[in-house]
């Protein structure tokens, strides 16, 4: 295959949505990975009409499975196994609650998915980007990792988890080609704050009320700004914010 591939994980919504849509436009083959079977052909199908040229691959598994991830990654063809960009954007935040309140199995939730799902699927992807001499691994942290704020104890702490493992990722390959970039996004307005709320649309709504928010496609710019830029240049990490937005803590937005 001519064209660069991404491997995109939960790329049926928002950010990893946006960001299929970017690098479909640029040309590259998509690896698809989601977790819903009618969402994934939903995207495909819009992806094709929108893209008459695109060409995908898709993987149907949770990314807190470490064998169907790394079934479906042995089951590529060896056309799609030449992985060039791994973004690690599936994830999630359940809840508002305080560390001595939450629900523990919610927190198990966002710490298989966030941590877990990630470093599985860098661990699975990595080695075949080393022995090709080629490769970038883009993370999809947050403004959240940086700092905790009220309600985001266990979301932040994974979030600053995947901050430490991108750094840790970027030292261990310093001695070959291979990039590591860790995109720390605030506010952006997708389904997260509706999965964050348990389902309240109301409560997401308000969650933006008064502010201009980033959308999917703010960041899926920003992430293939870091894919493009030339080969000796490694963006490390790209913080980016509403301009309403002050801090990671999110009652710290504009009134
Ligand atoms: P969305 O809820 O819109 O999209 C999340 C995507 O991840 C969905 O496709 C979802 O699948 C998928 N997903 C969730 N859990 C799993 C899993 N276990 N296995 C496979 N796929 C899964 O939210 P965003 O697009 O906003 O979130 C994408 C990433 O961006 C997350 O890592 C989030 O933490 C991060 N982020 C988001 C910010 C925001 O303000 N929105 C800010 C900073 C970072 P399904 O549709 O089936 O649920
Ligand atoms: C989510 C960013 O600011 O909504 O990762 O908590 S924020």
Same mark, same amino acid.
């Given at each position: 295959?001519?064209?660069?591939?991404?491997?995109?994980?939960?790329?049926?919504?928002?950010?990893?949505?946006?960001?299929?849509?970017?690098?479909?436009?640029?040309?590259?083959?998509?690896?698809?990975?989601?977790?819903?079977? !009618?969402?994934?052909?939903?995207?495909?199908?819009?992806?094709?009409?929108?893209?008459?040229?695109?060409?995908?691959?898709?993987?149907?598994?949770? %990314?807190?499975?470490?064998?169907?991830?790394?079934?479906?990654?042995?089951?590529?063809?060896?056309?799609?196994?030449?992985?060039?960009?791994?973004?690690?954007?599936?994830?999630? %935040?359940?809840?508002?609650?305080?560390?001595?309140?939450?629900?523990?199995?919610?927190?198990?939730?966002?710490?298989?998915?966030?941590?877990?799902?990630?470093?599985?699927?860098?661990?699975? %992807?990595?080695?075949?980007?080393?022995?090709?001499?080629?490769?970038?691994?883009?993370?999809?942290?947050?403004?959240?990792?940086?700092?905790?704020?009220?309600?985001?104890?266990?979301?932040?702490?994974?979030?600053?988890?995947?901050?430490?493992?991108?750094?840790?990722?970027?030292?261990?390959?310093?001695?070959?080609?291979?990039?590591?970039?860790?995109?720390?996004?605030?506010?952006?307005?997708?389904?997260? !704050?509706?999965?964050?709320?348990?389902?309240?649309?109301?409560?997401?709504?308000?969650?933006?009320?008064?502010?201009?928010?980033?959308?999917?496609?703010?960041?899926?710019?920003?992430?293939?700004?870091?894919?493009?830029?030339?080969?000796?240049?490694?963006?490390?990490?790209?913080?980016?914010?509403?301009?309403?937005?002050?801090?990671?803590?999110?009652?710290?937005?504009?009134?």
């Amino acid at each position: 295959m001519d064209n660069k591939i991404v491997l995109i994980t939960g790329a049926t919504s928002g950010i990893g949505k946006a960001c299929a849509r970017k690098f479909a436009k640029e040309g590259w083959d998509l690896i698809l990975n989601a977790r819903n079977a !009618s969402k994934l052909e939903k995207l495909i199908y819009e992806l094709e009409v929108e893209f008459p040229k695109v060409v995908t691959w898709s993987f149907l598994c949770d %990314v807190r499975s470490r064998k169907k991830i790394e079934a479906s990654l042995e089951e590529l063809p060896p056309e799609w196994a030449e992985i060039d960009l791994l973004i690690n954007n599936a994830g999630l %935040v359940i809840g508002v609650d305080k560390e001595f309140e939450g629900s523990l199995d919610e927190w198990d939730i966002m710490i298989d998915t966030n941590i877990k799902g990630l470093l599985a699927m860098t661990r699975l %992807v990595v080695p075949g980007m080393i022995e090709r001499g080629r490769g970038h691994v883009i993370n999809i942290g947050s403004i959240a990792g940086d700092a905790a704020y009220p309600g985001g104890s266990v979301y932040c702490a994974t979030k600053a988890a995947v901050k430490a493992l991108s750094d840790g990722l970027r030292i261990d390959l310093v001695d070959t080609p291979l990039r590591v970039t860790n995109i720390k996004p605030g506010m952006v307005e997708t389904n997260f !704050s509706v999965v964050r709320y348990r389902g309240d649309k109301e409560a997401a709504d308000n969650f933006y009320k008064g502010i201009r928010p980033l959308t999917g496609d703010d960041i899926a710019e920003t992430v293939y700004f870091a894919a493009s830029a030339p080969e000796h240049i490694q963006i490390a990490e790209v913080l980016l914010m509403p301009t309403n937005q002050a801090t990671g803590t999110i009652s710290y937005k504009k009134k």
